[in-house]
């Protein structure tokens, strides 16, 4: 496959350190500011720590309405158990796909006392009319996410389709696209995109260069320039072992509403949403 005309870089975001749950340190990569530009995409938290001080407490019973959590786990081990009965654990490598639909409560805890916990959580939107739904969850271990190997990259393809790989889930209205790239140092990956779709690519390890020059250093998410007549991107290894999230999906372009863990269209939803929550109802 050769690009005929690759996007270029937009603008690199370091994020917000800050915590969530009971205290768990992590990095806000896609804030609240970045919903519009990357619609469907609502959040990406980077977290990642020796230091079990950083991530013990967890996240305790909250609830979710109106959308979808994606879980990676690179390394650690955390528990999952929500309103529907469901319960699982995601450890390295693995994925947890949770669609809230019209509630779940759920508590996300480490499942380990001391050691290395990295990974991230991305929220996905929900077309209005899917808002509702029923909750669905998978949890999909390591072994299960396809995988393919071409010119000192390897690819694991979580979401959406790659090379012709078809990843583990794909949804029909935002056609989200979830790769972790582990490239070899100056090895480079093309991926095919449409230029309506909005993407973004995090560095986890070493560093990256778009073809067009600007380079994405370390704990930096690039947002992918919407270059008119583009047909993908092409992104070149550093000198050093790379490895980076590419996620891009299709814009629902519907209104927003946030109120934390619900994300609604109107305000009128999310009192709804509250209400239904104290008194029970939500899930
Ligand atoms: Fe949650």
């Known amino acids: 496959m050769t690009l005929t005309q690759p996007r270029a870089g937009e603008r ?22 970045l919903q519009r530009r990357l619609d469907p995409f609502l959040m990406l938290d980077a977290f990642g720590s020796d230091q079990a001080d950083d991530y013990i407490a967890g996240f305790p019973d ?5 959308f979808e959590t994606i879980s990676y ?9 929500d309103s529907a009965g469901n319960e699982g654990l995601i450890e390295g490598g693995g994925v947890q796909w949770m669609t809230a639909g019209r509630g779940v409560i759920h508590s996300e805890l480490p499942e380990q006392q001391q050691g290395r ?14 808002k509702l739904r029923d909750p669905w969850y998978r949890d999909i ?15 694991r393809v979580i979401a959406g389709e790659s090379h012709g790989v078809k990843g583990a889930v794909q949804r029909e209205h935002t056609e989200p696209l979830y790769l972790d790239l582990h490239l070899a140092p100056g090895a480079s990956f093309e991926q095919l995109l449409p230029e309506t779709h909005n993407a973004f690519v995090y560095v986890y390890r070493g ?6 020059g600007c380079t994405v250093p370390p704990q930096r998410m690039a947002i992918l320039a919407n270059t008119p007549g583009s047909d993908g991107v092409r ?46 109802k939500l899930a």
């Open 141 to 155: 271990a390591s072994a299960e996410i396809p995988e393919f190997e071409q010119d000192g990259v390897k690819v």
């Open 207 to 212: 560093a990256l260069r778009f073809e067009t």
């Open 235 to 280: 992104l070149v290894a550093g000198d050093e072992p790379t490895r980076a999230i590419l996620i891009a999906g299709k814009p629902l372009n519907e209104p927003i509403a946030q109120y934390g863990p619900f994300v609604m269209n109107t305000q009128a939803e999310l009192m709804q949403a509250v209400r239904d929550f104290q008194t029970g």
């Open 117 to 130: 916990m990295e990974g991230f959580q991305l929220w996905l939107n929900l077309p209005a009319k899917d």
């Open 73 to 81: 786990m690179l390394e650690g081990r955390m528990r999952h158990r």
């Open 12 to 33: 690199l975001v370091a994020g917000l350190a800050t915590s969530d749950g009971a205290g768990v340190k992590l990095t806000r990569v896609l804030t609240n500011t």
């Open 62 to 66: 909250h609830p979710h309405r109106g």
